[in-house]
């Protein structure tokens, strides 16, 4: 659908389109679209949104691209939109709302002049295209102003704790062969 929506721009044509996580990072076909999408088109920005943004129809992390047709990206912007303070997630009671956007409608600028006046902050930051592209056309490029993150990822989660494990269980093999030898020596 996103190759519907170039096709039927027109140059100078501007779109801006939500979609999940799984389209940035996917392979295969999806690289071969984002390739036809940053040749194309200029893809400027990239506002990435919490999780649970369409609760309750889908939990899934989404991001909304915004592309102009006619000029091939040079530089992504991405935007990470945080939770406002006191909320820690979204709901069918508790749905985002268009005030929550007003640090990105005062960061956005013009297009113009090429986005001049955007400048990189804690959750904004910049990528080339000669990155994305020597990345295989992956988009999906964490915040290098946050500190590590922790996956919760249930695949993730097990091999990181099947590794903690048999790191300890090497300790414990150390410590075992260490107090041996102590013992060995008293006697």
């Not at 929506?5 to 799984?22: M, N, Q, S």
């Not at 609760?55 to 040079?74: M, R």
């Not at 490029?141 to 990822?153: A, C, L, T």
Request: negative net charge; charged residues 25%; hydrophobic residues 35%.
């Amino acid at each position: 659908f996103l190759t519907l929506i170039i096709h039927l721009l027109k140059t100078e044509g501007r779109a801006a389109v939500v979609l999940p996580d799984g389209f940035l990072f996917g392979e295969g076909i999806k690289s071969r679209i984002k390739e036809k999408l940053l040749t194309e088109c200029n893809l400027h920005t990239v506002v990435r949104l919490p999780n649970g943004v369409f609760n309750p129809y889908t939990g899934i992390k989404t991001n909304i691209l915004f592309f102009t047709k006619g000029k091939p990206t040079e530089t992504v912007w991405y935007y990470e939109h945080p939770y406002p303070e006191g909320v820690s997630s979204y709901n069918k009671t508790r749905p985002m709302r268009f005030e929550e956007f007003a640090a990105e409608i005062s960061w956005w600028g013009s297009e113009e002049d090429g986005f001049a006046a955007r400048v990189e902050n804690e959750q904004a930051w910049k990528v080339s295209a000669e990155e994305i592209v020597a990345r295989n056309y992956n988009l999906d490029i964490k915040n290098p102003h946050v500190g590590e993150q922790r996956s919760h990822d249930p695949d993730e989660l097990l091999e990181q704790y099947n590794q903690e494990q048999a790191a300890i269980a090497d300790l414990r093999t150390q410590l075992k062969s260490i107090l041996a030898e102590a013992l060995t020596r008293e006697n």
